[in-house]
């Protein structure tokens, strides 16, 4: 039981690069999430699935994209990258149902620096 | 609008040393509130959690009271060791929301030993 995986763990883009993140959760979660991490801010939700075939807009979605490719998997999308968009990205999956959505099991991040 | 504040860190204590990590809230009502770990190179994990006021939420020796009348969550264990070296995050329920947190800043731990 692996939990919550994310490819890349690292990544170094220029300005005006794409990239896709990937995440897989193995727990049969109906809710996933991408989250990004900069120092002194604490966590700052960008794009969520409350369920397979359904996205929705968190805090930050703007210069981002994102799949639910099944109920598994949850990709977000960097199709132009910006300075502005170096930090740590965490993948997160909780099951449905009221406050069990707030019981978020997390990956181990990818770290992106755009230059 | 709804809101957590954090002590700021780092926050560096010997070995067996009391620890308190202060965490305040602003809501209306009575959220559930939550503390969430991350250690060194790993995703955050859920420490423990309250869900109505007067609740004490507990795991791993660590203690959180929910006060309403102060609108705090201060997490505390008695005696750290260097393995509790850690970034601890409290966080609430976004109102009207099913699937957000509101997450504090986060507080960085360091033990030594």
């Known amino acids: 039981n692996a939990g919550v995986t994310q490819t890349p763990k690292f990544q170094v883009l220029k300005t005006g690069q794409s990239m896709t993140l990937q995440c897989a959760q193995d727990?049969?979660?109906?809710?996933m999430y991408w989250y990004r991490q900069d120092p002194g801010m604490g966590l700052r939700l960008i794009y969520y699935?409350?369920?397979?075939?359904?996205?929705d807009k968190g805090e930050v979605p703007n210069g981002y994209n994102v799949s639910r490719l099944n109920k598994r998997e949850f990709s977000l999308r960097l199709e132009s990258a910006a300075p502005s968009q170096t930090s740590v990205y965490f993948c997160?999956?909780?099951?449905?149902?009221?406050?069990?959505?707030?019981?978020?099991?997390f990956g181990p991040g990818t770290r992106l620096t755009v230059t | 609008g709804d809101s957590v504040t954090q002590m700021e860190g780092p926050v560096t204590l010997s070995e067996e040393a009391f620890l308190t990590i202060n965490c305040t809230y602003t809501a209306t009502g009575y959220p559930s509130l939550f503390w969430y770990v991350q250690y060194p190179g790993e995703g955050l994990q859920l420490l423990l959690k309250a869900t109505k006021a007067d609740d004490k939420g507990s795991n791993k020796g660590f203690e959180a009271t929910y006060r309403k009348e102060t609108t705090s969550f201060h997490l505390e264990k008695g005696s750290v060791q260097v393995s509790d070296s850690a970034v601890y995050f409290c966080?609430?329920?976004?109102?009207?929301?099913?699937?957000?947190?509101?997450w504090g800043a986060g507080t960085k731990l360091i033990i030594k030993p």
């Open positions: 997160a999956s909780s099951e449905l149902g009221g406050g069990l959505n707030y019981e978020q099991y």
């Open positions: 966080a609430l329920p976004l109102r009207g929301s099913n699937y957000q947190l509101i």
């Open positions: 727990m049969n979660h109906n809710s």
């Open positions: 699935s409350a369920s397979e075939g359904t996205t």
